[in-house]
């Protein structure tokens, strides 16, 4: 973790996307985090009693698997902290679609697991444990607990989320379509601009937070070029931060952004040929 500038990026080399979107937690730690090492290894007596001892622990694991959903209470007023909690995580760490730990779209339904579990942790029930209440207190503890690890030092995905936004921010759609549209009209040949245009219609079909990218090999064989002509046409959307292209090419939230953009001159003008 220590060798990462973010260090939420080791992940990348552990997890695949869809993995990862998938998963409700992670967490994060470096060497730096232990500023005393003489801690790791220090001896420690055992005159003060277990906060929860091994069996009790064991039983509350098996009180927890056995709870239908049905016995998780949300009340209306939970549910709606819960979506306020994952707008404003969302808004500080969401902008990571090469690294979904935080996805906005899952992320509410990832606090409402995590606020139900720490709702079974601290047995919160009115009824003799039949169900289990979650509570507001639930809820803002998850959300805290999010924001603290996510922000710390050794992960740091709050300033990769930041330079991301950044990357992928458009000031003026309409000059970025018009550069897009200038360039795709300068290229040498028919053919060239058809290749160009092409990609850019399969690229508009993918999912920016997916794993799955479109191989230069493909585009390749599929256009009767090189790899290297490939790469080369692609120049220009990488420069603009519209594709990422390791190991193959895939759009960015910038790019699929544009291309929305785009539908609307499309629908003005029937000459503007992108093939979309």
């Known amino acids: 973790m220590d060798s990462f500038f973010y260090g939420c990026e080791a992940i990348k080399n552990i ?3 869809m993995m990862i979107r998938r998963l409700d937690l992670f967490y994060f730690g470096a060497n730096f985090d232990i500023k005393d090492k003489s801690l790791i290894n220090r001896y420690r007596e055992n005159s003060t009693p277990p906060i929860i001892n091994p069996v009790d622990l064991r039983n509350l694991i098996f ?17 709606k902290l819960m979506r306020e909690k994952a707008e404003l995580l969302a808004e500080k760490y969401g902008y990571c679609t090469d690294l979904p ?12 697991r995590m606020a139900s579990a720490a709702a079974i942790i601290d047995l919160s029930s009115s009824n003799n444990f039949s169900t289990i209440d979650v509570t507001e207190n639930h809820v803002e503890m998850i959300a805290s607990f ?11 995905l709050d300033d ?5 936004k950044k990357d992928k921010h458009i000031d003026d759609f309409d000059l970025e379509y018009q550069k897009l549209k200038l360039y795709a009209n300068e290229l040498p040949s028919a053919d060239c601009k058809e290749r160009f245009l092409g990609i850019i219609k399969e690229m508009s079909t993918l ?15 599929t256009h009767g070029v090189s790899e290297k002509t490939i790469t080369r046409d692609m120049e220009f959307l990488r420069d603009k931060g519209f594709i990422v292209t ?31």
């Open 15 to 17: 997890f695949p996307q």
């Open 63 to 79: 009180y927890a698997w056995s709870i239908e959903p049905e016995r998780i209470i949300i009340e209306k007023e939970v549910s």
């Open 101 to 112: 730990i935080i996805y906005p779209e899952d992320l509410r339904k990832s606090i409402a």
């Open 146 to 156: 999010l924001d603290s690890i996510y922000s710390k030092d050794s992960c740091r």
């Open 160 to 164: 990769y989320s930041k330079k991301n």
């Open 207 to 221: 999912d920016p937070g997916m794993s799955k990218s479109i191989k230069r090999k493909y585009l390749a064989e």
């Open 246 to 276: 390791n190991p193959g090419l895939l759009p960015t939230a910038r790019l699929i952004k544009l291309l929305r953009f785009a539908e609307r001159d499309l629908k003005k003008d029937s000459s503007v040929t992108w093939g979309l």
